[in-house]
């Protein structure tokens, strides 16, 4: 349209929007490739009240031409500092909706009566995600910039910032640090409330090079046994075959964006890092699934030569 901005009609975003979206998005494909648009700088999707934001990212991850044409920056989530408890409390969509965000924006906090109700909400959604940036509408450092560059490339450096995309330094404090022969980390949050601790944040650490195969059956095995309480994952991998150059992947539920090589170690730091946040998963079984993959099993795990044989092996699908 004239103003940008393309409206599609009223339906449930995981049905008929859907859809529409994808059509829309592959439209705006086709008139840059034919000249009769210009270059565009970014495509904002917003959504209404509660909808699920995976069919979202899932609709552009999984289409063949979308994702030649576009790459996922970030997800922004706005919460009601007024109303955000009680909203978290009544929907797991809106708690799915902070879960999987890159950064969360409160509004309205200048209307919150209570500043121990604002903390209490602040601490909640940090649980929640607590690799997501928090930021305030109402700060003026909270601009439209704010909202952007969510992505694996930081536009302050232009290049790779695997930290910040991770969120490790929010989420390193939470690691738990395994003692045992090995150096698996894992951390996660129960809650109070009745939807929060139905989704868990948490990061699983291999300090040393993985077979891509390890890696290619983990997240396959990952994907088919519990694909739609998958809802989001990020990670780096230091590869044995090519272990100065790590591997960026990136998925939603079953779709994997496809993965991307670095030429280097912007971080200085290698090593196997994932972070995930899933929805009514049992952690215990993917904490086993990726040490049996890592050649770390516990004692009464197989290891991956069994896994390989039979997939099933670990309990807790």
Known sequence: SSDGIIQLSDGCLCCTVRGELVDTLADLVDRLQTGRIARLARVIVETTGLADPAPVLQSIMAHPALIQAFRLDGVITLVDAVNGNATLDAHVEAVKQ?????????????????PNELEMLRARLRQINPGAELLDAGDTGTGVAALFDCGLYNPATKSADVRRWLGEEAAHDHHHHDHHDGHDHEHGHDHGHRH??????????????????AIEMFLDLLRSTHGERLLRMKGVIELREDPSRPLVIHGVQKILHPPVQLPSWPDGQRGTRLVLITLDMPEDYIRRLFAAFTNRPSIDTPDRAALENNPLAIAGR
């Open 98 to 114: 902070a879960a999987v965000a890159d950064r969360i924006v409160l509004s309205k906090a200048d209307l919150v009566a209570d």
């Open 196 to 213: 929060d601790s139905r989704v868990r944040s948490y990061s699983l650490v291999h300090d040393g090079p993985v077979p891509f195969s």
